[in-house]
T-cell receptor, first 115, second 112 residues
Framework: DAGVIQSPRHEVTEMGQEVTLRCKPI?????LFWYRQTMMRGLELLIY????????DSGMPEDRFSAKMPNASFSTLKIQPSEPRDSAVYFC?????????????FGDGTRLSIL | SQKIEQNSEALNIQEGKTATLTCNYT??????LQWYRQDPGRGPVFLLL?????KEKRKERLKVTFDTTLKQSLFHITASQPADSATYLC???????????FGKGTMLLVSP
């Protein structure tokens, strides 16, 4: 079975540019999570969706960040305009949360560098 | 506010020994706690889940304990191997929200 697929794996862009990160969750999973990982702050939850609906976006750092899930098999995280402090590894994860205690399956992340 | 502490210093052990990693949390009461393994350049991979009414959980060479009084979980790898070298993350559930808060992880280095 295919796992969670993220693209691109690496992104280097200049400050002020728009960045779009993409995620394809595991088929049949109801929940999708976007995380950001840095050395300083560790792995932080940015936003999560249930059945394509955003449930909690309190972790989104600023209005420059937005996320969408137009259908069950695709989600995007957009940063516009990007800033150097947005440099991090961004992970997408999906799970089937019946009972609220199912494991999360992570993609291999997008390493984002903003110059 | 909720806080999760894992030893930030790397744990170096000899092959064949038991590795013990600690996760302490404060200011909340998770219904369950998960442990993940992360290799460089990869996403975290789920290892074990333990619920608040379970004292101990085992899977092959792995063992997790959960002490809700001490607010602590211990993660053990017995008969450790160099292939066990990785960063291990603990992730208690956010009480009532069905989401996880991840610790920063502890790096384990197993030398031959």
């Amino acid at each position: 079975d295919a796992g969670v697929i993220q693209s691109p794996r690496h992104e280097v862009t200049e400050m002020g540019q728009e960045v779009t990160l993409r995620c394809k969750p595991i088929s049949g999973h109801d929940y999708l999570f976007w995380y950001r990982q840095t050395m300083m702050r560790g792995l932080e939850l940015l936003i999560y969706f249930n059945n394509n609906v955003p449930i909690d976006d309190s972790g989104m750092p600023e209005d420059r960040f937005s996320a969408k899930m137009p259908n069950a098999s695709f989600s995007t995280l957009k940063i516009q305009p990007s800033e150097p402090r947005d440099s991090a590894v961004y992970f997408c994860a999906s799970s089937s949360l019946q009972g609220g205690d199912q494991p999360q399956h992570f993609g291999d992340g997008t390493r984002l560098s903003i110059l | 506010s909720q806080k999760i502490e894992q030893n930030s210093e790397a744990l170096n052990i000899q092959e064949g020994k038991t590795a013990t990693l600690t996760c302490n949390y404060t200011n909340y009461s998770p219904a369950y706690l998960q442990w993940y393994r992360q290799d460089p350049g990869r996403g975290p991979v789920f290892l074990l889940l333990i619920r608040e009414n379970e004292k101990e959980k085992r899977k092959e060479r792995l063992k997790v304990t959960f002490d809700t009084t001490l607010k602590q979980s211990l993660f053990h790898i017995t008969a450790s191997q160099p292939a066990d070298s990785a960063t291990y993350l603990c992730a208690p559930e956010n009480s009532g929200y069905s989401t996880l808060t991840f610790g920063k992880g502890t790096m384990l280095l197993v030398s031959p």
